[in-house]
Structure formats: structure tokens, C-alpha cells
């Protein structure tokens, strides 16, 4: 809360079309910059900014704190494969995972579909942390749009929704362009209305 008090607070999706624009200096401009999982600017900084103040990682992705090593770290036990171990590193947990389960359900979320960890990072700063003067988003596209892309390594072609092509698992498959294997469109389209309909 001290950190953001009265700052105005960005967070960056990592939507396709995140490398698709110069946008780096927009973003480097807010005074906190919040990134998610594997979205590392590395050659990338005119499109996506170089700044990262805050982090937020999960489960799969918390092995990837070496790229981001003086950004502070948000994590978000949300999972629905494993008990989720926190990271033996300093951090700062957003919400249990018996909380994330009732914002889940709030929301209409349901099986292995869950909130993305920037649902649940938007949903924290509203009604969690309070203190930021501004909250705003870019890159952001609650996975509408995504591209097909050959994995060799499991000789499939699957899709991906995020400009860093994440490792895809066969079991979660899924080139239904409409469809995204561990979110739901709707519900995240649903909980970002919501929150943008705030002050």
C-alpha cells in the first residue's frame, strides 16, 4: 500500500499486439509498472518499456524471478493442476487461495477454467490495496486474439494468446479461436467491466 500510495499504477498485459506498437516510452512513464509471468522486455524495450516495479508470479513461472531482480514480488497462488508452493524468495501474497476460489466463483468460474493472474491483479489494487491514485491497463485483450504456432518439441501445432508464445501442454490443447485453454474469455471480458466501471 506505501508503495503505491498516490502513484499512478500500469499494468502490462501480454497481448499479441503488445510488440505490435512503440509503446515503451508511454508505459516507462507511469510511476509504478507492474509485469506478469514470462513477460520479460528483453529486446523488446521501444515496443513494451524496460521498468518493471512489480511482478506478479504463480506456480508456473516463479522459477523466472532472475529476470525481474529488483522489481518487488505480488504472487498469486491461483492453480487448478497443483497445491501451489510459494516462492522461497521475498514476496508479497495477494489474496489466498480460498479467496482467489470465491472471486473465481463470483465471476462464474468454473472446472480448470480460472482468472488470469492480471484479473486478479486489477481485482487486488480495487478492493485490496485502495491506495494508488491510478490504476490502468494496456495490452490487454482478455485472450480475443491469438495465432497458431508449430511446437516442435511435442510435433503439434497449438495456439497461443500471449506475445511470448508460453510452453503449451497437449493436454490443453485447444485451436478453437474463440476459446482459451485455462481462462475464460467472457468471464475475464466480465470482471474487467466491472472493475472499469469504478472510479
Same mark, same amino acid.
Given at each position: 500500500?506505501?508503495?503505491?500510495?498516490?502513484?499512478?499504477?500500469?499494468?502490462?498485459g501480454?497481448?499479441?499486439?503488445?510488440?505490435?506498437?512503440?509503446?515503451g516510452?508511454?508505459i516507462?512513464?507511469?510511476?509504478?509498472?507492474?509485469?506478469f509471468?514470462?513477460?520479460?522486455?528483453?529486446?523488446?524495450?521501444?515496443?513494451?518499456?524496460?521498468?518493471?516495479?512489480?511482478?506478479?508470479?504463480?506456480?508456473?513461472?516463479?522459477k523466472?524471478?532472475?529476470?525481474?531482480?529488483?522489481?518487488?514480488?505480488l504472487?498469486?497462488?491461483?492453480?487448478?493442476?497443483?497445491?501451489p508452493?510459494?516462492?522461497?524468495?521475498?514476496?508479497?501474497?495477494m489474496?489466498g487461495?480460498?479467496?482467489?476460489e470465491?472471486?473465481?466463483?463470483?465471476?462464474?468460474?468454473?472446472?480448470?477454467?480460472?482468472?488470469?493472474?492480471?484479473?486478479?491483479?486489477?481485482?487486488?489494487?480495487?478492493?485490496?490495496?485502495?491506495?494508488?491514485?491510478?490504476?490502468?491497463?494496456?495490452?490487454?485483450?482478455?485472450?480475443?486474439?491469438?495465432?497458431?504456432?508449430?511446437? %516442435?518439441?511435442?510435433?503439434? #501445432?497449438?495456439? $497461443?494468446?500471449?506475445w511470448? *508464445?508460453?510452453?503449451? /501442454?497437449?493436454?490443453?490443447q %485447444?485451436?478453437?479461436?474463440? #476459446?482459451?485453454? $485455462?481462462?475464460?474469455l467472457? *468471464?475475464?471480458?466480465? /470482471?474487467?467491466?466491472?472493475?472499469?466501471?469504478?472510479?
Open positions: 500500500q506505501e508503495l503505491v500510495r498516490n502513484k499512478d499504477v500500469l499494468l502490462v501480454n497481448n499479441l499486439s503488445g510488440v505490435e506498437k512503440d509503446q516510452y508511454l516507462d512513464c507511469y510511476d509504478i509498472v507492474v509485469r509471468g514470462k513477460g520479460v522486455t528483453t529486446g523488446r524495450t521501444r515496443q513494451l518499456g524496460a521498468k518493471t516495479d512489480l511482478w506478479v508470479t504463480g506456480e508456473f513461472r516463479k523466472m524471478r532472475g529476470f525481474f531482480p529488483d522489481a518487488e514480488v504472487w498469486n497462488p491461483s492453480s487448478y493442476r497443483t497445491i508452493e510459494p516462492p522461497d524468495y521475498e514476496h508479497t501474497e489474496f487461495r480460498e479467496e482467489i470465491k472471486i473465481n466463483a463470483e465471476y462464474g468460474s468454473r472446472g480448470s477454467r480460472r482468472l488470469s493472474a492480471g484479473a486478479i491483479t486489477a481485482y487486488w489494487f480495487v478492493h485490496a490495496v485502495k491506495t494508488q491514485k491510478s490504476l490502468s491497463l494496456i495490452n490487454f485483450d482478455f485472450f480475443h486474439h491469438s495465432i497458431l504456432f508449430k511446437d %516442435n518439441k511435442q510435433d503439434m #501445432t497449438n495456439k $497461443a494468446s500471449s511470448h *508464445i508460453p510452453i503449451a /501442454l497437449a493436454p490443453y %485447444n485451436l478453437d479461436p474463440a #476459446t482459451h485453454p $485455462a481462462h475464460d467472457m *468471464i475475464e471480458r466480465k /470482471l474487467f467491466d466491472n472493475l472499469l466501471q469504478r472510479d
